[in-house]
């Protein structure tokens, strides 16, 4: 049952993501056009801390645990930020075959984001314990939130962590340090930790600690 339901989940985001891809190639209007081409490119990468999780989940020694949870952390903002692509939204003939494609985006970025999150959060509590799982969880939302702002507002990517780590740390302290001056991002990093916090539990209330097939949960090495 467990495999079946894995399988399901899986199918639901590709085909999800698939119906993003499809509703922008087929716009009458401009196919794969601004702001559509960059709509499935933030897919593309909303998906990559899913990637990074199932690694982290599954590798059987403590020492790729840092690397996969870094580079889980660091691709896990693009998840809840299609949520804000959102923004892109006119009205227009094609008003609802937008919402459709932004919708769907949205939604599948969330879902990869927390199944992400619940498989990173699952391993934890097996090798750290119940409160590094929580402790980590909490931390990850609020980095979400910032990465969300730097990335909507500041325009910066996750690869410029490694190519402009230094710019990257000026700009975001500097609104870290005043967060009244620009309301509107503070805003905005608010109502995100909120959202994706609320539907990391929602899911985490559903799952259940028996979620992963069996192979997921074997305790691994820890050379």
């Not at 199932?54 to 020694?61: E, N, P, S, Y």
């Not at 692509?85 to 984001?113: K, N, P």
Request: glycine residues 8%.
């Amino acid at each position: 049952m467990v495999e079946v339901r894995r399988i399901v989940l899986l199918s639901s985001l590709l085909v999800t993501t698939g119906l993003t891809v499809v509703l922008g190639v087929t716009d009458p209007a401009a196919p794969l056009s601004y702001p559509s081409r960059l709509l499935v490119w933030n897919l593309f990468l909303a998906w990559m801390p899913l990637l990074f999780a199932v690694g982290f989940a599954t590798v059987r020694t403590r020492f790729w645990l840092l690397p996969l949870g870094v580079g889980w952390l660091a691709f896990l903002p693009n998840a809840p930020y299609l949520v804000t692509d959102l923004v892109h939204l006119s009205e227009g003939y094609e008003l609802w075959r937008h919402v459709l494609q932004y919708g769907f985006a949205a939604w599948t970025g969330i879902m990869l984001g927390v199944v992400s999150m619940r498989l990173v959060h699952q391993r934890l509590d097996r090798e750290f314990g119940v409160l590094a799982g929580w402790l980590t969880i909490v931390a990850s939302v609020a980095l979400c939130a910032v990465g969300v702002v730097i990335g909507r507002f500041q325009r910066w990517n996750s690869w410029d962590l490694l190519t402009r780590p230094d710019a990257v740390a000026a700009t975001t302290l500097d609104w870290v340090r005043a967060p009244l001056a620009d309301v509107q991002s503070t805003g905005v990093a608010l109502a995100i930790a909120a959202f994706f916090g609320l539907a990391y539990l929602t899911i985490w209330s559903l799952w259940g600690s028996s979620g992963l097939p069996a192979r997921l949960q074997t305790p691994c090495a820890s050379e």
